[in-house]
């Protein structure tokens, strides 16, 4: 014969009421520390209490708060006069059970509590905008930043971002950067890898995919426009000896001539191998204008007058443009001979032994070769480099003017603003800083700056510490331009290492990394972290 046992536990019946939360008594809880954020508070405001709390009544018919107290406590913070409450008559007869009743249903109703996912959290914010409601309203309804809820409205819409913020990986923000990037898998790698690092890592690596995802689009249109004529498209530059695809430079006319610059390449015979250069044009009319014709003296002064036969700095601009390096796939086929460099190479190749030497055209040709290759190098680390400090520039300005909104200065400023002061003289009256620190601070010019600290009676010397620190740092910004990682600090390194260096983008960089600044690797050059070499293979490496 055999039994059951039901384990099933009856459910005691309750009532939902609506009381005044200074009214609830708080029982003794599991959850001995009770912090309530502006973000909550701000939903209670907005919404109440959505959730019943739950309560037990005694015989003397006062109310205990067993699980809800936040609510409870955050209710009588913002004001309300009626909460929800869910009331259960007191179980149990005994202290002792009582007190184990109370234990076990706290920790149950925390532990088996189960929060929303981001990507849940996302769609639902969609969802909202899908009604049509403002990504302000939402933000209210949902205790949120407006940039938040905008963000994942966008980030919904992309898997790639939705995994990302399933894993934990992002926020909302990052996720919708993520988003744009969903289609370039190598993208995504890097940016989940900064974000990672946290602090400032993934704003440089946005920043820098841009830049490079800018250029890349320039070299698409460029193919495009070259493979329509029928030109062959090169994925990688050939070795100067390679006959199956011979540089422009290494052949020759029937005379013996070497080819000039409007030689007709015909399409069948010839391909390009596309690489991206930094010009100067006119800011005007967009024409190319020679680095040689212009007057560099005049760069960082608009009244400066330039020299004859020159022109001042402040009429052009730099412009990323496309450069064709010519290859003819079959040159006999086309008509052209080899320069003397490559017939000891085509001999060879044919079976010819031919006796070389160091002197013989094919050695100095491999000795040409290899000092263009390092010319080349030089040349491709400073169009790289150059775009990294473009692309950090941004984010390191988005840092500072958070910095300079703050209403007292950062530790070490008083110190670093006087170094700059009696140091360099010239600081403030060079580089055009004065326009830089207006925008830094958030207003229209240098005159809105200095009404800033006119009124005595009413400034804060606290403020007033951190506005004369954003002159010196706007000053010190607009110093700090694209090339600056040429002039890296050797030597000096750790913190507040600034008081022992020249006042430069290096003081400078080092005084926002001890304020909490988390540098790109370009800038980790300028300060001696690292060598602008190993910045520029790994960024090569990674683009």
């Known amino acids: ?120 959290r996302a769609r639902a914010i969609q969802q909202m905008l899908d009604t049509g409601m403002s990504a302000t309203k939402v933000a209210r309804k949902l205790s949120m930043r407006r940039e938040d809820v905008k963000a994942a409205g966008a980030a919904s819409k992309s ?121 100067y044009v006119d800011k005007t009319t967009g024409e190319e204008v020679d680095e040689r014709d212009i007057d560099w003296d005049t760069e960082h002064d608009d009244e400066a007058e330039a020299a004859e036969g020159l022109r001042p700095a402040a009429t052009i601009t730099e412009k990323t443009v496309i450069v064709p390096e010519w290859y003819c796939l079959n040159y006999a086929a086309a008509g052209l001979a080899l320069a003397p460099s490559l017939q000891n190479v085509a001999a060879r190749q044919a079976g010819t032994v031919i006796e070389g030497g160091d002197d013989s055209p ?18 491709r680390k400073v169009l790289v480099l150059n775009r990294l400090g473009d692309a950090a520039e941004s984010v390191r300005r988005d840092y500072v003017t958070k910095l300079l909104a703050r209403k007292t200065a950062p530790k070490g400023a008083a110190t670093f603003v006087a170094h700059c002061l009696t140091r360099d003289p010239y600081i403030l009256s060079q580089n055009h800083g004065s326009g830089l620190t207006a925008e830094l ?8 700056v200095r009404a800033m600290v006119n009124d005595f009676s009413t400034n804060i010397d606290a403020r007033a510490q951190v506005i004369s620190l954003a002159v010196v740092l706007g000053a010190l910004e607009a110093r700090t331009d694209k090339s600056a990682w040429r002039n890296a600090r050797s030597g000096i390194t750790g913190t507040a290492s600034y008081i022992a260096s020249t006042v430069g983008s290096d003081a400078y960089l080092q005084f926002l990394i001890d304020s909490g600044y988390q540098p790109s690797e370009i800038e980790k050059v300028i300060v001696g972290q690292r060598t602008a070499d190993d910045v520029y293979d790994e960024a090569t490496q990674e683009g």
């Open 441 to 448: 601070l958030g207003v229209k010019d240098e005159r809105a």
């Open 362 to 379: 094919e050695a100095i040709a491999e000795r040409e070769a290899a000092q263009q290759e390092a010319e080349r190098r030089e040349r």
């Open 159 to 279: 898997a790639t971002a939705m995994d990302a913020l399933d894993g934990g990986q992002l926020d909302f923000t990052q996720a919708e950067v993520l988003a744009e990037f969903e289609h370039d898998a190598d993208a995504v790698q890097r940016l989940v890898r900064a974000a990672h690092f946290g602090g400032s890592s993934f704003e440089h690596a946005v920043s820098a995919l841009r830049s490079e995802r800018e250029i890349n689009v320039l070299i698409s249109e460029a193919e495009k426009q070259y493979t329509e004529r029928g030109y062959t498209i090169l994925d990688s530059r050939p070795f100067w000896s390679d006959l199956a695809a011979v540089s422009v430079e290494y052949l020759r006319t029937g005379d013996d001539e070497r080819l000039p610059d409007d030689f007709e390449k015909q399409p069948e015979h010839w391909a390009v191998y596309l690489t991206d250069d930094c010009a």
């Open 1 to 120: 014969m055999s039994t059951t046992t039901d384990t099933t536990t009856e459910q005691v019946a309750g009532s939902v009421e609506y009381i005044d939360p200074q009214v609830l008594e708080l029982e003794a809880n599991v959850r001995d520390e009770v912090q309530l954020d502006k973000d909550f508070l701000a939903s209670l405001r907005e919404l109440g209490v959505i959730v019943p709390i739950l309560a037990v009544r005694d015989e003397q018919g006062r109310t205990y708060v067993r699980e809800g107290q936040c609510r409870t406590l955050g209710a009588r913070e913002v004001g309300l006069t009626s909460v929800p409450v869910y009331v259960l008559p007191a179980g149990a007869t005994d202290e002792d059970t009582a007190t184990v009743e109370r234990i076990v249903q706290q920790m149950v109703a925390n532990d088996r509590r189960t929060g929303l996912t981001n990507s849940q």
